[in-house]
């Protein structure tokens, strides 16, 4: 039996201002070429589908002709809703949608929507359980303490009662612990999201939406998807790609092979001196780092002739790089006002002050603590 593991495809994301719905029907086009490639019995999308609970028209539009191409070619896929999307968006016509092998999970009611699949070695079993939250899991095991999320998704995975004798696969959009975090992600204030990986072992295999890094928790038989697309400058080093899973008998350890995904622009960080950085051009999404001692006026105006999607500048000099150290006997001596500025300027700049900034600054701190 083999399938594709996709998460997060957050369709509609915008970065920095800039539409990425270009770059989404690129990469999804290309997803489309390795399905065919791979010819897999089933597609997984474990969530966050949309970036937004009111998806813009165009990211409803890329999902539509991406699902019909997969139902043209008769392939299975089972979707669930994440963090991000709307649960009723997503469940809304569901029961027609079935009958063209393109499986939504429900809204949440208590139980998890089971479907199965089969090949020479027999059924295996495929759980939907949608992004869960303490508080929806309580309105369905009112007996049950559900303190956090933990709680509520272990609750909701033992009323599924597996037939453990049987190959079970469960898709799930949830924060494991250990997992390795992006900026672009949403989590919960205080980290009380987490659960802890063991909540999956009784599964074959966890296919995970959340983490926007492609990782294996603990084994591969419990993975993240990840994004296809680079979603923040965090994931600038990271490699974005498609999971392929190929499971035997039962017991049998899963078959993981990763195909690289290489977007139409990358996302990535360039350094160097603003002359330097003007004397080359990109259609990138880059974040520039200028190692300029003194700010350059207009800079990322002037960057963008050059660089049309550059998301961001800043100023990182060799002395901001290396580690500041304090000598403890200075540290705690009694140092003027003028003494700490002197001391601010040059850490900041990697340089003393002029005669005329030693000037200015004597005399507003004299205006000031006269």
């Known amino acids: 039996m083999k399938f594709i593991h996709l998460s997060d495809l957050h369709l509609g994301r915008r ?46 539009t890329l999902l539509d002709e991406f699902l019909t191409e997969l139902s043209r070619r008769e392939i299975e896929t089972f979707i669930i809703a994440g963090n991000h999307d709307s649960p009723e968006r997503i469940a809304f016509g569901a029961g027609l949608m079935n009958k063209s092998g393109i499986h939504f999970s429900p809204i949440y009611n208590g139980r ?58 469960i898709i799930s959009h949830q924060f494991v612990d250990g997992g390795e975090k992006s900026d672009s992600e949403r989590g919960a204030v205080g980290g009380t999201d987490g659960v802890p990986a063991e909540v999956y072992k009784d599964f074959d295999y966890a296919a995970l939406g959340h983490l926007h890094k492609p990782q294996g928790m603990t084994s591969d038989r419990i993975r993240y998807g990840g994004t296809p697309l680079k979603y923040s400058i965090s994931e600038a080093e990271q490699k974005k790609c498609l999971t392929v899973c190929e499971m035997e008998e039962k017991g049998s350890s899963v078959k993981v092979t990763l195909r690289e995904l290489s977007p139409v622009r990358d996302m990535r960080v360039i350094e160097g001196s603003f002359d330097e950085i003007m004397s080359g051009s990109s259609d990138d999404l880059v974040e520039v780092h200028l190692t300029d001692a003194e700010r350059v006026p207009d800079a990322q105006k002037r960057l963008r002739a050059q660089y049309p999607f550059i998301m961001s500048v800043k100023y ?55």
């Open 15 to 60: 970065v920095c201002g800039f539409s990425l719905i270009e770059d989404q029907k690129y990469i999804l086009d290309r997803i489309t070429e390795i399905i065919a490639e791979e010819n897999p019995d089933f597609v997984i999308i474990a969530g966050d589908v949309y970036d937004k609970l009111s998806p813009p028209v165009e990211a409803v």
């Open 112 to 169: 998890a929507e089971r479907f199965t699949v089969g090949d020479e070695y027999g059924e295996a079993d495929i759980y939907l359980l949608p992004y869960l939250r303490a508080a929806e899991a309580r309105r369905f095991f009112p007996e049950t303490e559900i303190p956090d999320t933990a709680a509520a998704v272990r609750t909701a995975i033992n009323a599924m009662n597996i037939d453990e004798s049987r190959r079970n696969i």
């Open 316 to 370: 990182v000099s060799e002395q901001e790089r290396a580690p500041i150290e304090i000598n403890e006997e200075s540290a705690v001596r009694s140092v003027s006002p003028f003494e700490l500025f002197e001391g601010f300027f040059s850490e900041a700049n990697g340089k003393d002050m002029s005669a005329e900034q030693r000037d200015y600054m004597r005399g507003m701190i004299d205006r000031i603590w006269g």
